[in-house]
Each structure stands twice: as structure tokens, then as C-alpha cells.
């Protein structure tokens, strides 16, 4: 038998095992803007404000989480309310095994599915493998900040990349929150289809 592989919504309990992924990049790289390590409250507080209206994905091989994807809002302000923020987290132990690929393409299915129009990204514009990694993702850069940000001994620019889901509708419906797609056989099959994939 092989190694179990799974892709699913995270919960409370992933907090501490997120985090462990998250804080080198903080500490580390200029991947994130954050100085200062999250604590486990926070990290938590985080997760469980997102998953009352957007998708958190975590993928597990074996016992340990590879990595993480989840969408935040874009922008506050109302009319906003179609578009969202996506980000992406993968332990180093686990690049180039389609965790990625797995984790964002079931996240933009299911924002799409969910009735967002429109997602972006934010990403250090030094950043070459995430910049073509959402390029494999049909994001496109639609301008970049210049000394956005001061981190580690250096100014970088930002550069901001989106991908349109689909069609915008004329009149659309708010976006149904993940809660009121997370039973459904919709849900389920692009769960299914993210788990082939790191099952190849």
C-alpha cells in the first residue's frame, strides 16, 4: 500500500503544523511582507475567520502536511465582494511533487464554483518560481509596485498578477461562502480531481 495522500478543507487542529510551513518564509525570505512570526492564536484566528467564507485547502502526504492554499478577500469595500486574494504555502520538502498544482488548481475551482469573477496575486517581484508558476495558471501581471517593501536588508518591488474565473455576469449573486458548498457533489468531485493529481 502506498502513502496516503489527501486534499481537504483545514480545520483548527492543522494551526500548529501550518504554521511550522509558514514561519521560515517570514523569518527567511521576502515571500511575505510579515516580520514577525505569527503566534498560534493568531495563525488560528486566521484560519477560522477565512473558512467562514473562503476555501483553506491543506494537502497531507502520509502524516504530515505538504502545504497549504487558501483566497482572502481582495478588498473589503463591497463591490469587491467577486474578487479574491489567493496565496500558496509548500514545505520545502515537497517542491516539484505536484503539491502546488494540486492545492491551487482545486482552490481556483472552487472560488469559481463558489460565484467569485476574478482572483489576484501578490508576489515579490524577485520571486522567479512563484511569478512562473501562476504564469502555468494563466495569471497575467497587470503592474508592478516599485519599493513596495523594506525587509531583510533590501527594497522590493511587488508585482500584482490576475486571472479572470470566467465571464463576469451582468447581475451577479453574491458568492456562496465554502460552508455552503463543502457537502456537495461539486465540491467533492474537484476534491477528488486535486488528489489524482498528487496521486500520479
Known sequence: MGIRKNIRLATEADTVALLEIYAPYVRDTAVTFEYDVPSVADFRKRIVETLAKYPWLVCEIGSEIAGYAYASPYHERA????????????????????????????LLQLLKYQGFCTVYACITSSNAISMRFHETFHFKPVGTFHNAGYKLGQWHDVTWLERPL???????????????????????????????????
Open 79 to 106: 463591490a469587491y465582494g467577486w474578487s479574491a486574494d489567493v496565496s500558496i504555502y509548500v514545505h520545502p520538502d515537497y517542491h516539484r511533487q505536484k503539491v502546488g498544482k494540486a492545492l491551487y488548481g482545486a
Open 166 to 200: 470566467g465571464a463576469c455576469p451582468a447581475v451577479p449573486k453574491p458568492p456562496k461562502t465554502i460552508g455552503e458548498i463543502k457537502d456537495t457533489p461539486a465540491f467533492e468531485a474537484i476534491i477528488a480531481n486535486a488528489v489524482q493529481i498528487i496521486a500520479e
